[in-house]
């Protein structure tokens, strides 16, 4: 299941990154970036059960992975990060809030609407973290 999981998160990524016009030459790259992200978040769901734990890995690694991508390929990093945590963000908390809020749902509006800011603020901050790292972590140093 996890594989398939991962799978429709390739294309998913595949997809967004079509839709924003990433050059051809990175849209496998771009893939590539939404299935890590998915895979550690599948992973991380199996070992600690907590979506909020499981969205900060993922985030970390997506990040890492952007930055690493970015290095090699010569681009900038927001191609990969952008199309890549794609499958992370709480789409279906943001619209299931809006639901509810609209049918008069309000303490099932609040508790969903706190969860999905938890996600986005999660996301966030694995981001940043990555960021914070020293460049030579991520670049080649140059000879």
Same mark, same amino acid.
């Given at each position: ?12 990524? !595949? ?31 199996? !070992? ?7 969205? !900060? ?30 499958? !992370? ?55």
């Amino acid at each position: 299941m996890i594989i398939f999981e991962m799978f429709v998160a390739f294309v998913a990524t !595949l997809a967004f990154a079509v839709i924003f016009n990433v050059n051809k030459k990175e849209l496998l790259f771009c893939g590539i970036s939404g299935l890590a992200a998915e895979g550690a978040y599948q992973i991380a769901m199996e !070992l600690s059960e907590t979506v909020i734990l499981s969205v !900060l890995i993922s985030a970390l690694v997506v990040t890492s992975l952007s930055r690493i991508l970015a290095n090699l390929r010569k681009v900038p990093v927001t191609v990969y990060l952008v199309s890549g945590i794609i499958p !992370l963000v709480p789409g279906a908390g943001m619209y299931n809030t809006v639901y509810n809020i609209i049918s008069s749902e309000y303490s099932t509006a609040l508790t969903i609407g706190i969860d999905t800011i938890k996600i986005a603020a999660v996301i966030a901050i694995g981001i940043i973290f990555v960021f914070a790292l020293p460049n030579k972590i991520f670049f080649k140093l140059k000879k």
